[in-house]
């Protein structure tokens, strides 16, 4: 399966945008993200040849920043600081009081809630990012 239409005319417009194609190498992972959910490995090729760059380089990318997911995220996902200045501030008891009181684990969950008699399904992640501070 390859990139969708809308998809490389979006990373094609980001390249004029950003100013070559070098320049798009971050937003075009985050424009695969945005329409997939992440950026799978069978992507970056892609992503690589749209842009006319080696597989490397937006793999370099994708796997530096933490906002670019290299798997599949839910609906929401949590970004929970697993630094040393955050873990001295509490972070465990952050993480262990979303894990407890909706039943995500460091995976993901689909959490299920009713709001006015109307029943919904969220599929949500708990994803370890860490924090420079």
């Known amino acids: 399966m390859s990139l969708a239409a809308d998809l490389r005319t979006a990373i094609d417009q980001a390249v004029i945008h950003q100013g070559g194609p070098r320049g798009a190498g971050l937003e075009a992972p ?4 945005a329409a997939e959910g992440g950026v799978s490995d069978t992507r970056l090729p892609e992503v690589a040849e749209t842009l006319s760059l080696t ?3 937006p793999d370099s990318i994708a796997t530096f920043y933490s906002l670019i997911f290299r798997r599949p995220v839910g609906q929401t996902e949590i970004l929970l600081c697993d630094g040393a200045s ?3 501030n509490g972070t465990e008891a952050v993480r262990h009081a979303l894990q407890d009181g909706s039943g995500i684990t460091n995976c993901h969950a689909l959490i299920s809630w009713s709001v006015r008699g109307k029943s919904t399904e969220h599929l949500v992640d708990l994803s370890h990012v860490p924090h420079p501070g």
């Open 30 to 33: 985050r424009l695969v993200q």
């Open 55 to 57: 597989t490397a380089e």
């Open 86 to 88: 955050c873990w001295m």
